[in-house]
DNA sequence: AAGCAAAATGACAGCGCTGGACATTTTGCC
DNA sequence: GGCAAAATGTCCAGCGCTGTCATTTTGCTT
């Protein structure tokens, strides 16, 4: 069953230091010598107990992503899949295996007891203030964030919220639209905040006044841009143009409107943010705000190595710029 | 930085024996003594080692998911998602976490090396005759499947795949479909297999004969139902109903059916299977084919635990029943 | 209060590996 | 052939924890 370095010591006849120095730095090791150890590694299927290593390295190839807190189900959107994805490809092509970190309720500490045995970790979406990034930043353990934070030491690697909500809004107000319904996601997620300043910089270029009930809060769900679209709908007078800062919750919110007798982009004209794979597909296909869940998971993963491997960095702060990709569910504000 | 089992047995005035005592078997230590430990663990912040138990014991607290394998990025159906929640917040619950092992082309071995510093794995999608599989087994490690594999000796948790094919298929039979599209993912599916089945039962059953044209693989993306659904419209004569097993690659039909200027479910009638989060949302609303992924994932879960520590299975296979949800994406056939 | 079994606690080795300090052997080259 | 440099080996400690077994303490009994 096990297999250790002293069998391949023993079958490759050497020292079990040598065999060590090929799992390391096999600089030390002439080619010759380095060829039979790996080839005795090879015959016995032998792999290092990553348990012992880390032990005596004080390491670990693990690197610990954080899938949300606080509640059970954070891995629900498809965005958000992509960034894990990014991540783990990004690690395991760079020989770091992913742990995925969740807290629950009934579960609290998950997050501590992982951050013993990771080299580092990703946080898929952050809430301002975040407990959690506070305890790490003083536990010293190097970490990203798939999300902005308003600190200036903070590792992230974001979308610019501001900006491509700036241009939905503005699409949206070029099309003649000056009723705009906003559903955002937790009012506690950098997102929902970046998102709400980038609409209201965009109502303001456009001298378009704000209306506080207009401007919704969810969890980024289906349901979630249903529901609150149902209470947009409701408002005297109601929007002609619904922006939701998640494609999940615009699929919500085009089913209720045409559940409401109206159509989409007829009566009422919706635009998304992500750009998730099926929102091409939808019927009607979704104008949305571009960003790559991918991109920012490839991203995050290296800049965490850099700090795992105290490389330098270039941008500890990275803001990618978003694309809006206009499809056929908004269309020209009807004439009042 | 390291708070040690010393400093806590330090602080708590014991041997670090005891200490190990009160973190494993408390019960053979004093009420009054483990109260002590306790109190000092909690003031040091102590979180124990995971590795240096982990290579004292020979165990481990980790549980390896394996998302797929052979490609790049195959965490994309959010029904995998859901499966992928239910199994790691049942490990959760039990003091386990989750390694997600995925095996890339550059990095084929990464199963093997997880598999040193694992309790058990879950396989979140199997391919007939499957190597990790039978390399795992071999092994000795316990798993578990979630997807049906025909092999008496493999654990697994599934959806009746065979039964929600028919089910499915005959909904659109009893609708007067005799020309029903099929859509399936990868030919070495187990699911891609036993859903061919139960489509051919579902029609037999009703004395409708079998026509090769009409039956499709893809990989259950969007983008496959998608091309896929332009080759069965394509056909002559053209199916008047699509059954595509997954809900993504139902969502990529619906859209394809309507750029060819037909309507659902006027035209074309459409089932999927999964019932996604989305697909209550979609337009029109889909008929598919309920399984749950949580309940997937969560069974999966308890079943390996049950196995990594030897307690007695009532079953090692097990096949969920899927359920029929009727929407507006089927109708009756037009009189031909 | 002595005596004794049971309970509680401690001392020490060892899990598989790495790191350091050094001794010894092998290599390459003039 | 001789010498420095490179390669390899030896030995020991230690990462933080647990298992085994010996030792001490406790709680009862008579």
Known sequence: MATTIDDVAKKAGVSIKTVSRVLNDSSKVS???AQKVREAMEILGYQPNVLARGLAKNT?????VVIGHGGDLYLSNPYLIDVLNGVSTTALRNGYQVLLV???KEVPHAGLIAAKRVAGMVFMSVQVDDANVRALSSAGLPFVLTGRLDAETANFVDVDSVKGSFIATEHLIRLGHTRIGLILGPANHTSSIDRLRGYRQALEANAIAYRANLVVSGDFSATSGYGLTQTLLAQHPAPTAIFAISDLMATGAVRAIELNGL???????VVGFDDISTAQYLN????????SGIEKGVLAAKML????????LARNQVLLTPELVVRESTAPAKRQ
């Open 31 to 33: 080619p010759k010598t």
């Open 60 to 64: 670990s190839d693990v690197i610990g």
């Open 102 to 104: 969740q807290t629950l």
């Open 263 to 269: 159509s989409v982009p007829g009566d009422v004209s």
């Open 284 to 291: 009607p296909p979704l104008t949305t705000v571009r960003q």
């Open 305 to 312: 190595l850099h700090l795992i491997r105290k490389q330098p």
